[in-house]
């Protein structure tokens, strides 16, 4: 899912970004024409901080799928070689990216959590001719402003995630809410987001609070008890990382969660970390493990297999998918050479992405279009601890176009 610096920053780095890429464009295109060897893939995420939980994640999606390609023999009858580095903000995911395309040689980039990073990122990637897939970032601005022919999204971005929860929202009698907001680009994004949602869905919708709230927030008590004396109908979160964890144990534990809580982001291990009892209300996802497709349970059952029981969350799907996809291309189009693969990720071809149909590139932005679900919290009929949801329905679901959740044409600023 995503989340980061300002908008500010990004600017800054920007230049940085600029000067670093355009020495990196001629070490990329030498390392293409070498077709003997490993394939050689970079990876970025951040391993610290409120959102390295998720970084794990990220990682560990990519690893699972690397290592199913090389076993069943490679791709192209190669084997493929994975390079992490750690992205904790995103100055160092500025240099990390430019040197897995200057020094290293990557023939694809893949990762981020970070929108700020992921935008910093796209930035040498479309300069240095680079495919890059962002696997957990969701601000709309690089699908429009910052879009790239080289760029490919995997994670949902805010028109996904907030149009699968505001299915759900206009059929509430809710009218009152209460909004806070991760203080941040990726959080300013999605607040725009849920506005446009109460002002053009929720009839009679209005919002009796709006707070943006610093990332990295401890206590909560002071926000907790500004939207009690506010008393809204509910709740709408839209923090990430282990900020949604502690949020929602200090509403439920220490405030008896007095209103519905919903939000326009979610990331399963973070709903796993709070625990199933500090949880309630109806969730955008773009993947959950109990999704019941032949192919996903034997997903499930190879990933528990590997991991301990442990079954794979939203983030790890996302990567691992972004692998998938990636090496559907290269094998379609016969080679590495980022101008081929591009064309064949931009062809039509359909990817089997473990749900009830098969997802595509949409050409308007390069973001795979598929269907979201919107996920109850259900603790009491769970298997185990991690099954904390009930899919109540894909979005936009059966026979409906995948276009319905994506930035409407009129409102993008790209075109590719």
């Known amino acids: ?122 930035d040498i990637a479309d300069r240095s001719k680079t495919t890059y897939f962002n696997t957990g970032w969701n601000s709309n601005e690089g699908r429009s402003e910052q879009c790239s022919r080289y760029v490919f999204h995997v994670d949902g971005n805010n028109s996904m995630y907030v149009s699968t929860v505001g299915l759900w929202v206009a059929e509430q009698e809710a009218s009152q809410h209460y909004m806070l907001t991760a203080d941040y680009a990726f959080g300013h994004d999605l607040r725009e987001e849920t506005l446009r949602l109460l002002k053009e869905r929720v009839s009679g919708g209005k919002l009796v609070g709006d707070e943006l709230v610093p990332t990295g927030t401890r206590n909560y008590t002071s926000y907790i008890r500004k939207l009690t004396l506010a008393k809204p109908d509910d709740v709408f979160l839209n923090l990430a990382g282990e900020d949604q964890t502690t949020f929602l144990k200090q509403y439920t534990q220490e405030y008896g969660a007095p209103f519905q809580v919903t939000g326009g982001v979610m990331d399963t291990v973070q709903f796993w970390a709070a625990g199933a009892e500090n949880l309630t209300g109806v969730w955008p996802a773009t993947y959950y493990h109990k999704l019941d497709t032949p192919a996903n349970q034997e997903f499930v059952q190879r990933w528990r297999d590997k991991h301990n029981g442990t079954p794979p969350d939203n983030q790890a799907w996302q990567s691992y998918t972004a692998i998938k996809v990636w090496a559907a291309a290269v094998e379609k189009a016969g080679s590495v050479d980022t101008e081929a693969v591009v064309k064949a990720l931009r062809s039509g071809m359909k990817f089997d992405v473990l749900k009830e149909r098969p997802a595509v590139i949409r050409t308007q932005d390069n973001q795979l279009m598929y269907d979201m679900y919107a996920v109850e919290v259900d603790a009491k009929n769970m298997e185990d601890s991690y099954d904390i949801f009930n899919i109540q329905q894909p979005v936009p679901g059966p026979g409906r176009d995948l276009e319905e959740i994506q930035i409407p044409k009129e409102r993008s600023a790209c075109s590719l």
Not at 51 to 78: H, P, W, Y
Not at 88 to 97: E, F, I, L, R, Y
């Open 1 to 122: 899912m995503i989340r980061g610096f300002s908008a500010r920053a990004v600017s800054l780095l920007s230049v940085v970004a600029l000067t670093a890429s355009c020495s990196a464009l001629q070490q990329t295109e030498d390392s293409q024409n070498d077709s003997s060897g490993s394939i050689l893939i970079g990876h970025l995420t951040p391993k610290s901080g409120f959102l390295g939980q998720l970084g794990a994640k990220d990682l560990a999606g990519t690893k699972f799928a690397v290592d199913e390609i090389n076993t069943a023999g490679g791709l192209l009858g190669r084997q493929i070689e994975l390079i992490s580095e750690d992205s904790v903000d995103p100055g160092v995911a500025v240099q990390k990216a430019t040197s897995l395309v200057e020094d290293e040689k990557v023939d694809a980039l893949f990762g981020e959590i970070s929108s700020a990073s992921g935008l910093a990122i796209s």
